[in-house]
């Protein structure tokens, strides 16, 4: 027997254990395409297969997407420090690791449940994200990625709740079943019309509030009104991906607010939500709840995303143009966010 064929005598039992519910096995990212030299050594092969496990477990969580939650972390921390000064660091560090850590684990859920589902089965899998439906690892991967990223997410929300207030502990909770239900139990919230406006609110709004409370703020009307414009371009983008998924999102059963008001009405919504996202900021401005500097830098940003909401208008939106209009998108949100941050430095100078 061969080095090579040594290194997988176990891949029988392995093959086994991917298999999913619809009875379908599923090979291992780095068993398939990762090649073993049979010269190596078995140290060499063995860092192989743990680099490659790395890469599906970022490609599982989908780590360009966590841009997200990571923006409205960032204005929550600039609107703490303009607020009430710079945070502790030991709170800054915990809450920021737990965010994410919920956040990987809810994406490697949606990638586990969306399969499960049958849902990314009828979508154009040769989209780069959707790795298990494209059989680069197993389900089961995906899985227990969601799994452990949850177990890390109690861990540190706990140790964040010890740094601050033990009310983190019930709200954590709460969000992590959020993730969960998002795409998981009988009635997943992303099959439903409040699919965008539900994760943009967990997403910018509670996390905002979550993040004001755990560095020092207490949550009031100005806190959640400073979370609004997070919510709305959050919302856009979730709105880009439904949009974008309509046909194939009707034949798995789905009812989004793209389905029921076709994807006219869903462009439309993008383009809405950006809109309200840059208004409430306006208006947290002029009435203090931000500072004045955002009157400049917020319509500054508004002018610098407009190119891109043309672009998806011109190109459409459609399983084909999905992937350059994710990455737009997600443009999209970081010209905002970055309007954001900015007025706040210009009013701390």
Known sequence: MSKQSKLFQNSESFERATLDLHGESHKSFYYKDLWFSPKADFKSNRLLKSAQSILNFFAVVEIRTKLVSVTTLAVALLYVWWRAGFPRVAPLVLMWAATLAVDMGTTAFNNYFDYMHGTDRYRDVNEPDKVV????VGPSFAFWSAFWCFCAAVVLGFFTALSSTLWIIPIG???????FCY???????????VGELFAGGFLGMVLFGIANRVWGVAFDGSVLLAGVPSSLWIAAILMVNNTCDIEGDREAGRKTLAIRLGPGAGELFV??????????GILASIIGV????????LPVALLAVIPFWHAMHRD???????????QRILKILLLSSIGMLAGFVADMM
């Not at 139990?185 to 439903?192: A, C, N, V």
């Not at 931000?290 to 830098?297: I, K």
């Not at 459409?316 to 994710?326: D, L, V």
């Open 133 to 136: 439906a494209r059989g680069h």
């Open 173 to 179: 909770v709460v969000c992590m079943l959020a993730g």
């Open 183 to 193: 795409t998981g139990g009988p009635l997943p919230i992303s099959r439903t019309p």
């Open 271 to 280: 383009i809405l939500y950006g809109l309200s996202g840059f208004a409430f």
């Open 290 to 297: 931000f500072p004045r500097a955002h009157l400049a830098t």
């Open 316 to 326: 459409g939106y459609t399983h084909a143009t999905k992937g350059r209009n994710m």
